[in-house]
């Protein structure tokens, strides 16, 4: 079955990098993407962007810009999302999640059809 | 920034008809998709593409868009479906994704 497990929780200090990944299972991973969401405590779901795992594109959140980079390992079915310069505000569980439409980096018409549990990630000092 | 408004709660008692609203001035050019997100787990996608159901979705799940304003509709309510419920869809360019601030469906 289609399947995607996330790494474990993180606790880092403000100003620290964090990376998570995402390792795909269940399907050919590089015909689709994978998307980013965050929800932070009692808060709802936030974009942060997808990367394709065809052709390694990818679109980020304004609000990210600078600060986050996805990457995909293609050999071991593996997302990545790094996001550097930590704030307390990035306390979240982030979320990957099955992107369709690999070939296009228009939004339209493509959407999120599988899940990982989310990985929590703690900031503070 | 681009934004899609959803009622923070509706209520309904089982049996009954829940009706669950989404506005963004972009949805007549974008597609709106639902997810439902119960407490410690992840969200999953109900509706895609305005109105189509994934497989594995129950048919009471049905969804609908008229002008700026899509509705996610669950029929005949049961406990099961009390959940957050989140629309998201892309800006007008289609370049970023947005999220409804998300409903939370309490059945009486």
């Known amino acids: 079955q289609v399947q995607l497990v996330q790494s474990g929780a993180e606790v880092k200090k403000p100003g620290a990098s964090v990376k998570v990944s995402c390792k795909a299972s269940?399907?050919?991973?590089?015909?689709?993407?994978i998307s980013w969401v965050r929800q932070a405590p009692g808060q709802g779901l936030e974009w942060m962007g997808w990367?394709?795992?065809?052709?390694?594109?990818?679109n980020y959140a304004q609000k990210l810009q600078g600060r986050v980079t996805m990457t995909t390992d293609t050999s071991t079915s593996t997302a990545y999302m790094e996001l550097r310069s930590l704030r307390s505000d990035d306390t979240a569980v982030y979320y990957c999640?099955?992107?369709?439409?690999?070939?296009?980096?228009?939004?339209?018409?493509?959407?999120?059809?599988?899940w990982g549990k989310g990985t929590t990630v703690t900031v503070s000092s | 920034s681009y934004e899609l408004t959803q009622p923070p709660s509706v209520s309904v008692s089982p049996g009954q008809t829940a009706r669950i609203t989404c506005s963004g001035d972009?949805?007549?050019?974008?597609?709106a998709y639902w997810y439902q997100q119960k407490p410690g787990q992840a969200p999953v996608l109900v509706i895609y593409k305005d109105s189509e159901r994934p497989s594995g979705i129950p048919e009471r799940f049905s969804g609908s868009s008229s002008g700026t304003t899509v509705t996610l509709t669950i029929s005949g309510v049961q406990a099961e479906d009390e959940a957050d419920y989140y629309c998201q869809s892309a800006d007008s360019s289609g370049t970023y994704g947005v999220f409804g601030g998300g409903t939370k469906l309490t059945v009486l």
């Open positions: 999640a099955r992107r369709t439409g690999p070939y296009s980096s228009n939004e339209y018409g493509n959407y999120m059809d599988v």
């Open positions: 972009a949805l007549p050019k974008q597609y």
């Open positions: 990367i394709s795992a065809y052709n390694g594109n990818t």
């Open positions: 269940g399907y050919t991973f590089t015909s689709y993407g």
